[in-house]
């Protein structure tokens, strides 16, 4: 069984290969290589054992209120290829993530891809839903775009908790670049019960 950590670095050099094959035009022999050595690598990965990220999750609501297995999450979790950088840090009841959107994430030239941006919204708001220890789901998110976000550049987001209504929780947060809000969020998130967070949806 590997440790988190191994895979956390091989998680890395994955997003650096992505993001390096979407910036570059490599040659035919290149993209040759890169297709055998992926799918030798695929075959081996999927003789693996499954990786039961319900069962990390439920394990760690068990041992302290807080889920397991959220590195592996889709935007923001270190352990998954496709997921956005985040460096994230509590500044009192503030949430500030650092990031560069690289180029795998980029829409119209030199600009991040909208959908990226409200992902990473969503991933870092997420975070206040972990400052407070209450599981939620996104309810809502808005994002209002107010100048292009670049790709390739330093990026801090910003969130907060303004309020809440029984089991709505109302967020908002900002992008900055150089110091200059670029886009603004406001989310509201649905409080659930630990154990139904935690719980994969029915198959039929």
Same mark, same amino acid.
């Given at each position: 069984m590997a440790t988190e950590a191994?895979?956390? &670095?091989?998680?890395?050099?994955?997003?650096?290969l992505a993001h390096s094959f979407a910036a570059h035009d490599p040659s035919d022999e290149v993209l040759t290589q890169i297709a055998t050595t992926a799918a030798e690598l695929t075959r081996e990965v999927d003789e693996a054992p499954i990786r039961d990220r319900l069962a990390l999750m439920r394990r760690?609501?068990?041992?302290?209120?807080?889920?397991l297995?959220?590195?592996?999450?889709?935007?923001?979790?270190?352990?998954?290829?496709?997921?956005?950088?985040?460096?994230?840090?509590?500044?009192?009841?503030?949430?500030?993530?650092?990031?560069?959107?690289?180029?795998?994430f980029e829409g119209a030239p030199g600009r991040a891809h909208g959908g990226m941006v409200a992902a990473a919204f969503d991933d870092v708001t997420g975070f206040?839903?972990?400052?407070?220890?209450?599981?939620?789901? &996104?309810?809502?998110? &808005?994002?209002?775009?107010?100048?292009p976000v670049p790709v390739d550049e330093p990026l801090e987001l910003r969130a907060r908790l303004d309020?809440?209504?029984?089991?709505?929780?109302?967020?908002?947060?900002?992008?900055?670049?150089?110091? &200059?809000?670029?886009?603004?969020?406001?989310?509201?998130?649905?409080?659930?019960?630990?154990?139904?967070?935690?719980?994969a949806p029915d198959p039929r």
């Open positions: 191994t895979r956390s &670095t091989a998680a890395a050099r994955l997003r650096d760690g609501f068990e041992e302290s209120g807080m889920g297995g959220f590195e592996d999450r889709a935007v923001g979790g270190g352990s998954n290829p496709t997921s956005v950088e985040l460096d994230v840090r509590y500044d009192g009841d503030e949430i500030i993530a650092d990031l560069v959107l690289r180029r795998a206040v839903i972990a400052q407070i220890q209450e599981p939620a789901f &996104t309810g809502e998110l &808005t994002v209002r775009y107010l100048a309020g809440r209504e029984r089991r709505k929780l109302f967020i908002s947060g900002e992008a900055r670049a150089d110091g &200059t809000v670029i886009a603004t969020c406001r989310a509201i998130y649905i409080t659930v019960d630990p154990g139904v967070f935690a719980q």
